[in-house]
């Protein structure tokens, strides 16, 4: 086309001509695609105009106390995973000390430790704590007590979250500080920085994007969570919709929950996009990897060793000696609490659930990329908006728009594995976008135009091309989305078919009848199962460096 014509015609004429020239098979197919992902999410959106006859009452009563909670619960689970995740990740990244090989891979095991499971490991824990309270309570009065029982239930859910969640933000910063380099650290010594200051002045800043990406995960998780405050008794937002939900039977009312859930989330994206925009830092000095690590004497080492086996003892050591504890006395239980079908139903719900989030993300991030479609690009970010909405609300959105398909349809879709499978889906494609969508941006972007020159086809580039030099990503992005799958609870717990039991509707299921001991046996072989890919995404990531 001519350049001057094109100049000379109206942008609304150059806009349509560009929508119209991308306007093909695979652009149609994402955007269809993503508009479905998005669907349960925008759903509770368009009912937060509705009227619950409960409203009112949850407004005067409790909403404000479960936005102060779980405000507190994550500013304290995002604080204390930092001090968990940032403290070992400089340690094991810059020092050389007795251990450190063996800490470095142990160090993200908490990771295959959903949080209710840790939660019901130390279920004990606050009766520790009963003779100060009883005291308080005889010697000076019952409010005192109350506010330090209180504060002990916080403290308690706030480390035991942390203690889990932490490996998000050390993975994370142990990969920033690594790739910092040996030049940075020099030129700070040369100009008189000790080693207190280049950590505090030059490596945690240039570190902060990095850092910022880890707490959103792990408030997101924090967000999420049901099974931990449910068993500590936090009243968060989360647990507040399944008991405006279930237990008062007032769905309209959950969903305005959701919807001012959803606004909150919203409002910590933004204040993290804000954040991320003016965290630009660029490596003037080209540094590679660090690889020359300072030694530490004795008293050094020791320190380091204790300051990296705290969150380690706290988030993995003691609940697996305590689930181990008890499984060996409900060992003669075990044929009747776990059986075959609850294992592989969670192994073939985990790969179907991973194969199918891989599948769509190769085809919305190729598509984006590969037509250079700003409206794909945007119905994306719709789609992979699930991973900061709790499985709760994404629930309940898929329910309604069941509902009304079942009225339209005269169809029963509901209680159905797809339905499972497609709330997964919904709340984990981010998980596998992001590293496939880098890696298509890192590895392909040049070589699809390349291919798009030479006359090859969209399926040609992406068989031939794009999957070749993936494929590693794509297999690390599946083992993530099976792990979460297999920890997921809310989603399994409330879309479940009847009658299908996995490992964490079980534990979920034992624990809340009062049998703490039992459910330690599905709790156990979960662990088990995740701490396979876990070991295999660790053992590439230390192979990568």
């Not at 995740?85 to 993200?108: D, H, M, T």
């Not at 706030?158 to 998000?168: C, Q």
């Not at 509707?505 to 001991?517: E, K, Y």
């Amino acid at each position: 086309m001519d350049i001057s014509a094109l100049k000379s015609q109206k942008p609304l004429q150059i806009l349509r001509q560009e929508l119209l020239f991308k306007l093909n098979g695979w652009t149609i197919l994402s955007l269809i695609v993503g508009l479905i992902i998005f669907f349960p999410i925008g759903e509770v959106l368009l009912s937060i105009n509705s009227q619950s006859e409960n409203w009112s009452h949850l407004k005067e009563t409790v909403l404000l106390s479960y936005l102060l909670n779980t405000i507190i619960l994550v500013v304290g689970t995002a604080f204390f995973s930092l001090i968990f995740g940032v403290l070992p990740a400089w340690i094991i990244s810059n020092y050389q000390f007795k251990f450190r090989k063996i800490l470095e891979w142990i160090l993200v095991l908490p990771l295959a430790i959903p949080t209710y499971i840790s939660a019901y490991a130390y279920f004990d824990v606050l009766e520790l704590f009963n003779p100060l309270l009883i005291w308080v309570r005889n010697n000076i009065n019952n409010d005192l007590m109350q506010f330090i029982n209180n504060v002990l239930v916080y403290m308690v859910t706030i480390l035991v979250m942390s203690s889990v969640l932490y490996p998000y933000i050390y993975l994370l910063a142990r990969s920033a500080f690594v790739n910092q380099g040996a030049k940075l650290r020099d030129a700070a010594s040369t100009l008189g920085y000790g080693e207190k200051s280049i950590f505090w002045k030059i490596a945690l800043p240039m570190a902060r994007p990095a850092l910022i990406a880890g707490v959103s995960l792990v408030v997101m998780e924090t967000l999420n969570d049901y099974g931990a405050v449910k068993h500590f008794g936090v009243p968060t937002f989360t647990s507040g919709i399944f008991r405006t939900w279930l237990g008062m039977g007032d769905l309209v009312g959950a969903l305005q929950l959701s919807a001012v859930l959803i606004i909150f989330i919203f409002a910590l994206l933004l204040i993290e996009k804000q954040i991320r925009s003016r965290s630009k830092y660029h490596d003037t000095l080209h540094s590679k990897p660090n690889s020359k690590k300072m030694v530490f004497g004795k008293k050094g080492s020791l320190a380091a060793i204790i300051c990296c086996l705290i969150p380690l003892i706290l988030g993995f050591v003691v609940p697996v000696i305590r689930l181990i504890s008890w499984a060996w006395i409900s060992r003669n239980k075990a044929g009747t609490i776990i059986s075959m079908e609850m294992v592989s139903n969670s192994l073939l719900l985990s790969l179907i659930s991973s194969v199918s989030i891989v599948s769509i993300a190769v085809l919305l991030a190729f598509t984006a990329r590969y037509f250079k479609s700003s409206i794909i690009n945007l119905s994306n970010r719709l789609a992979t908006l699930g991973y900061s909405i709790p499985g709760a609300v994404i629930a309940i959105g898929i329910l309604l728009i069941v509902a009304q398909i079942n009225a339209w349809l005269n169809i029963a879709l509901t209680g159905s594995l797809f339905l499972l499978i497609f709330a997964f889906i919904v709340r984990y494609l981010t998980v596998a976008w992001q590293p496939i969508n880098a890696a298509i941006e890192t590895n392909c972007d040049s070589l699809n135009h390349a291919s798009k020159t030479l006359g090859s086809s969209a399926y040609t580039s992406l068989t031939s091309v794009n999957l070749p030099l993936i494929k590693s990503t794509l297999i690390s992005a599946g083992l993530l989305v099976f792990i979460d799958v297999v920890k997921e609870l809310p989603l399994t717990l409330i879309l479940r078919p009847f009658n299908f039991e996995t490992l964490s509707t079980a534990t979920f299921d034992l624990s809340s009848q009062a049998q703490i001991i039992e459910s330690s046996l599905p709790a156990l072989c979960m662990i088990g199962i995740v701490l396979i890919p876990l070991g295999y995404l660790n053992y590439r990531l230390e192979n990568i460096k």
